[in-house]
């Protein structure tokens, strides 16, 4: 029970074509070939292969007579569908700060004596870390995969706890990542934008006319001061 079906280009870069196999004999296991593959970039997509409620997932190739692996319990349903899905290369951001006390380098005593905490607005992504000997914080990077990342997110940075010998520094940042398709639409790209509040709650709401200053800033940057 052979069944061909030739998609076009504008199909797959759209991610709009989708073919039904029907007439499956419930009886036989089928496989999946995809044929003359021509692909205007360089990487990997998805194959899905749908069976009832079922979705099998297979990564192959942009090669010719790329076969898929029989499909495991479609052979008990009547139908599969096979869909193109287009694969986007993620993206991810570096973050980073320095922590200083009454203006000044901290030593080698005052590692790990400050906490500094990113929480996503409205969201549930959280970390909390430490400064290293020289001062330096360092978080873990902001990855982003896949065509359901783009999109908008915002994220507040603000020291979590601090040594008690030192007031807490109360300012906080709004970090806004931004992620869409890059220009030849191969992968994702990330771009920020950081901005700086006197506190917690003010860069939570984001609002303009509280930001300590005008613009934008490049760098995160706490000071706490001896008590």
Do not use: M, R, W
Request: charged share 20%; glycine share 6%; with cysteine.
């Amino acid at each position: 029970n052979d069944q061909t079906h030739t998609f076009a280009a504008s199909d797959f870069a759209n991610n709009s074509s989708e073919y039904e196999f029907s007439g499956l004999d419930t009886s036989e296991t089928y496989s999946v070939t995809e044929q003359g593959v021509t692909v205007d970039k360089a990487g990997k997509k998805i194959l899905t292969v749908t069976a009832s409620d079922v979705s099998y997932q297979y990564e192959v190739s942009y090669t010719d007579n790329t076969a898929l692996t029989p499909c495991v319990d479609a052979v008990n349903a009547p139908v599969a569908v096979i869909t193109n899905k287009e694969v986007l290369a993620g993206t991810s951001l570096s973050l980073s700060g320095t922590k200083k006390v009454d203006a000044a380098t901290i030593d080698a005593s005052l590692k790990d004596k400050f906490s500094f905490t990113i929480a996503e607005v409205g969201g549930t992504y959280t970390e909390t870390v430490t400064n290293d000997e020289t001062g330096a914080v360092s978080f873990t990077d902001l990855s982003y995969e896949g065509k359901d990342a783009i999109g908008t997110y915002k994220y507040v940075i603000y020291e979590s706890a601090n040594d008690t010998n030192y007031l807490t520094d109360e300012s906080a940042y709004l970090l806004e990542v931004t992620v869409a398709k890059s220009a030849d639409g191969s992968s994702l790209v990330a771009t920020k934008k950081l901005n700086k509040f006197a506190s917690k709650d003010l860069a939570e709401a984001g609002s303009a006319t509280t930001e300590v200053t005008d613009a934008a800033v490049t760098t995160l940057d706490f000071n706490n001061t001896s008590k």
